[in-house]
């Protein structure tokens, strides 16, 4: 199942920045995050996940330190290919 994790920041997360970074990384290593996008103003990012359910996908949102800190919050939409 492919996710989408639409992240909106309530403060400035730049404190967090090498944190967040290897945060992703662990993600990547273990498969579960592919592609990591930041919004054009700055105001939050896109993450694309691939896991096996939902949960997975949102526990793996959850695990990141902006999210744990209450820097960002996160919208998690499951996506279809267009066929």
Known sequence: MTFLALTSNLGDPRAYADE???A????R?????GDVYV???YTGAVLVLTTDDRATAEQ?????PLV???V???EIIEVLPFT
Not at 29 to 33: K, Q, S, T
Request: glycine share 8%.
């Open 68 to 70: 744990r800190a209450g």
């Open 39 to 41: 919004r054009a103003d």
């Open 20 to 22: 967040e970074a290897a």
């Open 60 to 64: 793996a949102v959850a695990s990141l």
């Open 29 to 33: 290593e273990a498969g579960l995050l």
């Open 24 to 27: 992703t990384a662990r993600l």
């Open 72 to 74: 960002t919050t996160a």
